[in-house]
């Protein structure tokens, strides 16, 4: 997106960024012809796989499946760019329509979620950075490889723009992704449509 957070999908860069996805898959041959989510992390989970890309939400699931993982920032791109993922954190909310009643309970229950504790127990379970610094230099977060590696990850990479935009592009993307991957779409037509299957959706959000 624009500063304006207008969707830039049309671009010479997604262009680029589909042939090499396509490439990866179609002609250096590093995945599987029929491919999803699931059967790449189950492929891996299994150790039938000698890599995947894949998010912190994971790290836990092969840790208990026995592999004897190691992870690693996205490797450098053709041109010699690193790649950029998006990086966005979870938080708590709390809803307005929450009965006064329950307030002070809710609120106790969100502060605990939040804290040194709380977080050291999270990034310890289910392998997810803390946010707290006070977790975050914790021993038990220091000497771990696993969320060292993840972190300088996530210091490649850009924070997601925090706007309801954001989940119209992400659900516009996926078949447009999917159609050139499996050689259906060129990745200047899944572009143009993608634009404006985008704007489309976004106008209609407004409306």
Excluded at 138 to 166: C, N, T, W, Y
């Amino acid at each position: 997106m624009d500063a304006e957070h207008r969707p830039t999908l049309d671009s010479p860069a997604m262009r680029k960024a589909l042939a090499y996805l396509a490439d990866l898959k179609n002609g250096q041959k590093l995945m599987p012809r029929e491919s999803n989510y699931q059967n790449a992390h189950t492929l891996f989970q299994e150790g039938k796989a000698g890599m995947i890309i894949n998010g912190p939400w994971s790290w836990a699931d092969y840790r208990k499946s026995g592999i004897d993982i190691g992870i690693a920032p996205l490797w450098t791109l053709p041109g010699g760019g690193r790649a950029t993922p998006m990086i966005a954190s979870k938080g708590y909310s709390i809803n307005v329509n929450c009965p006064q009643d329950d307030l002070a309970r809710v609120i106790e229950f969100v502060t605990f979620c939040t804290s040194p504790a709380a977080e050291l127990l999270a990034a310890d379970t289910l392998g997810v950075l803390p946010s707290h610094k006070e977790a975050w230099t914790d021993a038990r977060i220091q000497g771990d490889p696993i969320l060292q590696a993840s972190q300088r990850g996530f210091e490649l990479g850009r924070r997601m723009p925090v706007v309801p935009e954001m989940r119209v592009l992400w659900d516009v993307m996926r078949p447009g992704l999917q159609a050139v991957m499996n050689g259906s779409k060129t990745p200047e037509s899944a572009a143009r449509e993608m634009q404006a299957a985008a704007e489309q959706q976004i106008a209609g959000m407004k409306n």
